[in-house]
């Protein structure tokens, strides 16, 4: 069974850093677009950062400079570098692939994403 796995999310105070990571089963997965999105409370899902099998990264402008996507070199696990947080990133985090595409869609479309993973909350307070 195909499994995404989030952890790393908790409440943190403004300025502070994180560190979410995406453990899969399927070490293929690193040859795809492998992404992080994000769902605030009342808002539709955003995506934040992209990785692709040739490890070129996106990010969403929101958090271009703060946040760093990347992958264990182990190639089982997905990572997510998050400082200088503020409360605009409190959401649910969520980890993804879209195992049609090695190089991710510059579209950042979501329909792309077959696997998802459950999700893990982060809080930035003031």
């Known amino acids: 069974q195909v499994q995404l796995v989030e952890s790393g999310g908790g409440s943190v105070q403004s300025g502070g850093s994180l560190t979410l990571s995406c453990t899969h089963s399927?070490?293929?997965?690193?040859?795809?677009?492998m992404g992080w999105f994000r769902q605030s409370q009342g808002k539709e899902r955003e995506g934040v950062a992209l990785?692709?099998?040739?490890?070129?990264?996106s990010y969403s402008g929101s958090v271009a400079g703060r946040f760093t996507i990347s992958q264990a070199s182990s190639k089982d696990a997905l990572y997510l570098e998050m400082s200088s947080l503020n409360p605009e990133d409190t959401a649910v985090y969520y980890c993804?692939?879209?195992?049609?595409?090695?190089?991710?869609?510059?579209?950042?479309?979501?329909?792309?994403?077959?696997?998802w993973g459950q999700g893990t909350q982060v809080t930035v307070s003031a």
């Open positions: 993804a692939v879209d195992v049609t595409h090695r190089v991710c869609d510059p579209n950042w479309s979501q329909d792309n994403f077959g696997y």
């Open positions: 990785i692709d099998g040739l490890k070129n990264t």
């Open positions: 399927v070490v293929q997965f690193s040859e795809y677009c």
